[in-house]
């Protein structure tokens, strides 16, 4: 395998935001990854200042920025303060400085925070004044108001705001991850020569609405937000002192468990022991407003031991994801038009599921498609006398779900029910081991993560048997089996009895129960671990064979991240030998297209919309065969080195038509979808077509066409 180089820096100035390109020792370009994130999470920025975008969906995008932006500075930022911490020599062996790109981590996102505040208060607050929806600050209240926000303070508030005096060095108050506080800028009342003094007081945001609804006149609808109850009432808290000032601030904490991978002894106790202190790791980011004062600044580094690279400027309020929870007013007008999912009638409408099942393959795509066929799958199954076995990987799953309740009904049915639980997916290990321990007390057989791996792949296996033979059925995924991200995430699921994936898919679970190598090699499908890289690399090697001849070669890949050096090396290559290659890519995208004389056979493009784009998808011309494989795998060290990982192969030459016809539709875009460059410029594409095409829009109406044709 092709070891990632080592890397040199060199500045590129693009037209939104600047980067740090890396360049190869051998020449070849290569974007920092959290850089590429950065950008991004910018485009999804772009959908909140997008005027074409409903007001609300606005808001939302603000919102999903900044959860992307604190998960980002609670696990990639945490990583890269960490490498600060460092010893020289190991700081020598890495491939650039961590100080060079925590500052640039920073100043991009404080160009992004700049931005960000331009939208809310130059765009978001005077549309919403144009549908008499005002929020107001507390000079602004009226006498009504001010009473209900008294009121409020004292009946709902006050229990919750931890008022603290910050005493020379005295006083250091613990900050609580992502807890909103303000801090106070005072003096002794009365005492116009007194020295400042500061104090902190708690926001109760993760205690109550952040949006109050106010008295407000007819057809208009008053809100506050509760930063400013807090501020209004200040001056009860400290009756001492005439209160000069309030800021806003706020702490992220390192969220990396940090579990050792070669760890020996028991995996889930170290995970339950880190858990526990997730929320009081080393800071990440120390988030303040903008306007707070150089010496009220200083005090607060040394009163909660930070440095420079913790420092991150913001605007006047922080938590910015609770716009998730902004009111709408029942106003839906001023939001996303409803594209109810389509029922996959093949599947759902059936009266013999198994029989439907088994006479063809079938590919549904969520949200496009409802999800009703994948549970119905497992709740035909935890009913039907004729089934035996049930297996499944879980990685995410909702905290209502319908399919681990079916499984718990397939106990109780007398089925035997296997779960392999990977309880290191990021966020949801809590969830995780909960689901752990219910499905194991209703009987289920739960295996859990083991060290040196992480299982990523979406499977689910059914035996049954049918006039005393076996049969399996299958369903693998692109996504969780998770009902409430189905109807966000784009993703492609397929059904089929087909041997040559089944008994492959057998062997998968095998190797999780056993953690024995399995005696086959694979020949249909591509693991990780076993032979997803290679599988991939034999793919682009015969396209680059054909090209090589004289005969027609692309690929077409989509996914969410494209990092891995040694796919990235490998697709310049197919580039230098004529293969014409298109990316479709949600977030990182390491690789530089378009440089002459390397990357100018390869095209990038990022669509950010309404859903999630979650779907991989690898296409390979293949001499006019279309290989074509559906995967859960990014093409990132950590998918294809780390991880077990299944990319499956669509036979079903139907589906093949339908997957071809999705991936032109997204090629097709011409509203949505944005240029990747080196510069990261994010310019929406556009071309001469007389017809905009929003690719979201088109696949709904697709496969709805499709739906009513019977198809």
């Known amino acids: 395998m092709t070891q990632p180089s080592k890397t040199k820096s060199a500045r590129v100035t693009g037209l939104n935001i600047s980067q740090e390109l890396f360049v190869t020792e051998d020449g070849l370009p290569y974007i920092h990854r959290d850089i590429s994130w950065l950008s991004f999470n910018y485009r999804v920025l772009q959908e909140a200042m997008d005027p074409g975008v409903p007001l609300f969906e606005r808001i939302k995008f603000l919102a999903i920025y900044s959860s992307n932006l604190d998960e980002f500075f609670r696990v990639r930022m945490a990583n890269h303060r960490s490498l600060l911490r460092i010893s020289k020599k190991t700081k020598r062996e890495l491939e650039i400085s961590p100080k060079i790109i925590v500052r640039e981590i920073q100043r991009l996102v404080n160009r992004q925070q700049e931005a960000f505040n331009r939208i809310f208060e130059?765009?978001?607050?005077?549309?919403?004044?144009?549908?008499?929806?005002?929020?107001?600050?507390?000079?602004?209240?009226?006498?009504?108001?001010?009473?209900?926000?008294e009121s409020y303070f004292k009946d709902h508030m006050l229990p919750f705001v931890q008022p603290v005096l910050l005493v020379g060095k005295k006083i250091r108050p613990f900050l609580n991850n992502a807890a909103l506080y303000l801090t106070v800028l005072m003096q002794a009342k009365g005492v116009p020569e007194a020295p400042h003094e500061y104090a902190i007081v708690k926001i109760p945001s993760d205690h109550l609405p952040r949006f109050l609804k106010l008295p407000s006149a007819p057809n208009r609808h008053d809100i506050i937000i509760i930063d400013d109850i807090v501020r209004h009432s200040i001056s009860w808290m400290f009756p001492g002192y005439d209160i000069l000032d309030t800021y806003s601030i706020k702490l992220t904490r390192d969220a990396e468990l940090y579990i050792d991978d070669e760890f020996s002894g028991d995996l889930i106790q170290k995970i339950k022991e880190s858990l526990s202190k997730r929320h009081v790791g080393p800071a990440s980011r120390f988030v303040y407003d903008r306007e707070l004062p150089a010496e009220m600044l200083r005090f607060m580094m040394a009163a909660f031991d930070l440095d420079k690279y913790d420092l991150l400027?913001?605007?006047?309020?922080?938590?910015?994801?609770?716009?998730?929870?902004?009111?709408?007013?029942?106003?839906?007008?001023?939001?996303?038009?409803?594209?109810?999912?389509?029922?996959?009638?093949?599947?759902?409408?059936?009266?013999?599921?198994f029989s439907a099942f088994a006479r063809k393959d079938h590919m549904i795509f969520v949200p496009y498609h409802s999800y009703n066929s994948v549970m119905r799958f497992f709740e035909e199954a935890a009913r039907d006398p004729q089934v035996t076995h049930i297996k499944i990987i879980q990685y995410r799953v909702a905290r209502n779900s319908r399919i681990m309740q079916a499984l718990m009904d397939a106990v109780k049915a007398g089925k035997q029910v296997s779960v392999f639980i990977e309880v290191k997916a990021r966020f949801d290990e809590e969830a995780n081991l909960e689901w752990g321990e219910k499905l194991e007390k209703a009987g289920v057989n739960v295996r859990y993560s083991f060290p040196g791996i992480k299982v990523h792949s979406k499977l689910a296996l059914v035996r049954?048997?049918?006039?005393?033979?076996?049969?399996?059925?299958?369903?693998?995924s692109t996504g969780n089996f998770h009902e409430d991200t189905a109807k966000v995430y784009t993703d492609l699921g397929l059904f089929t009895a087909d041997p040559r994936i089944t008994g492959e898919v057998g062997r998968i679970f095998s190797f999780l129960e056993t953690v024995q190598m399995p005696s086959?090699?694979?020949?249909?499908?591509?693991?990780?671990?076993?032979?997803?890289?290679?599988?991939?690399?034999?793919?682009?090697?015969?396209?680059?064979?054909?090209?090589?001849?004289?005969?027609?070669?692309?690929?077409?890949?989509?996914?969410?991240?494209l990092q891995d050096m040694p796919m990235v090396q490998k697709l310049y290559e197919a580039s230098q030998a004529g293969v014409k290659i298109k990316l479709i890519i949600r977030g990182i995208c390491c690789l530089v297209p378009g440089v002459p004389g390397l990357s100018e056979n390869i095209e990038a493009f990022s669509?950010?919309?309404?859903?999630?784009?979650?779907?991989?998808?690898?296409?390979?011309?293949?001499?006019?065969?279309?290989?074509?494989?559906?995967?859960?795998?990014?093409w990132m060290v950590r998918n294809l080195t780390y991880r077990v990982e299944t990319a499956f192969p669509i036979y079903d030459e139907d589906l093949k038509k339908e997957i071809l016809d999705y991936i032109q539709i997204q090629l097709n875009d011409n509203v949505k979808s944005r240029i990747l460059d080196k510069n990261l410029s994010n310019i929406y594409r556009k071309d001469a077509a007389d017809i905009a095409t929003r690719s979201q829009l088109e696949t709904y109406y697709y496969i709805k066409r499709k739906s009513e044709k019977g198809a």
């Open 122 to 149: 130059k765009q978001i607050i005077p549309e919403l004044r144009s549908h008499q929806i005002y929020i107001l600050r507390r000079m602004q209240l009226n006498e009504e108001q001010r009473e209900f926000v």
């Open 313 to 353: 400027q913001e605007g006047r309020y922080h938590n910015n994801f609770d716009f998730f929870r902004f009111p709408d007013f029942g106003m839906q007008h001023l939001k996303n038009a409803p594209l109810p999912p389509l029922p996959y009638r093949p599947l759902e409408d059936t009266k013999d599921f």
């Open 464 to 476: 049954r048997v049918e006039n005393r033979q076996v049969q399996l059925y299958t369903y693998l």
């Open 520 to 561: 086959q090699d694979f020949e249909h499908l591509l693991v990780g671990k076993f032979n997803l890289r290679s599988g991939l690399e034999q793919l682009i090697d015969f396209e680059m064979r054909q090209a090589k001849a004289g005969q027609e070669a692309s690929i077409v890949l989509k996914m969410n991240s």
């Open 607 to 634: 669509i950010v919309d309404r859903y999630l784009e979650h779907a991989r998808i690898f296409i390979f011309h293949h001499g006019g065969a279309n290989r074509i494989f559906l995967s859960s795998a990014d």
